[in-house]
């Protein structure tokens, strides 16, 4: 199962969707735009599941796809 994760970079100031927890895919200005990528990514290529970090680079929240 591919894993797919929406975080914050080091300086809060854009939210990136990694690949397998490797470089960043593509990075975004806001959350909520970083997550629907993330989650097309995750359908496409289902069973897949996207990781949604907070500012403090904790988990808060898991979808499966």
């Not at 591919?2 to 975004?28: C, G, H, N, Q």
């Not at 735009?33 to 949604?52: D, G, N, Q, T």
């Amino acid at each position: 199962m591919k894993e797919y994760s929406v975080r914050p970079d080091k300086d809060l100031t854009e939210w990136m969707v990694k690949i397998e927890d490797v470089a960043p895919e593509t990075s975004f200005d806001g959350k909520d735009e970083a997550i629907r990528h993330a989650e097309e990514m995750a359908k496409e290529h289902s069973p897949a599941r996207v990781l949604i970090y907070n500012s403090k680079m904790e988990v808060e929240e898991q979808r499966d796809f």
